[in-house]
């Protein structure tokens, strides 16, 4: 096999999103899609270590429905301009019910002493055929959200409810957790080694280079299994 290129790409793999995630779910993982972006000069896509799986099983890819969480002091205002933050939980319902097949509630905003996300949130999600949710805090329910299988990715267990103390001001809007820009529709790729963003316009590119080094890296393991030693098998292949 040559050497994963750095020039132009062949014709994509998939015809649409369903193909594609199909791929990603069966080919792919974060560390071979985070090494092509790499190469490609997009060093700067993974979200925060913290942001893990509630199982280290779970698996997510799909479009970023991105969702902006600001902190309050009160679940009730009465006082002030905004009226969002006069709602219970502002705009996270109206997220919520807004999410679409194969897309990711990702959300951040907020200061992580309190769950962005829950099992009440989780079935809603999988009834609209959403694939997953990160959120850049907390989340809770954890027993209920892995009956359910519900990919889920937080910062880990937490049982402090959101309702005081934090309320979604917009949705479907650009993003940004520690660096990493994410606009809406973005890919988002997640698995135990934590979440990465693929901007829109470079994932045609991303994919179908992580498809040849994912394939080329199963062969390659073969033949060091084999008895090729790993600077010859990196000397021929280029993928170690």
Known sequence: MEKVSEGKVAGP???????????????????VVGDIMDKMGLLCQFLPPEIQPLHTDMFVVGRAMTVLEADVFTEHAEEGQNPILKKPFGLMLEALDDLKNNEVYICTGASPSYALWGELMSTRAMKLGAAGAVVDGYSRDTKGILQLDFPTFSYGR???????????????????????????GDIVLGDMDGVC???RAAEKEVFTRAVEKARGEKMVQQKILEGMSAGDAFEKYGIM
Do not use: C, H, S
């Not at 999103?17 to 080919?27: C, G, K, M, Q």
């Not at 949705?171 to 660096?179: K, S, T």
């Open 197 to 199: 963003i693929i901007p």
């Open 13 to 31: 793999l998939w015809k649409n999103d369903d193909e594609l995630f199909f791929i990603a779910r069966n080919e792919l993982y974060t560390a």
């Open 158 to 184: 937490y049982a402090q409810d959101q309702a005081p103390r934090g309320k979604v001001i917009d949705f479907r809007v650009p993003l940004e957790i520690r660096g990493v820009r994410i606009m809406p």
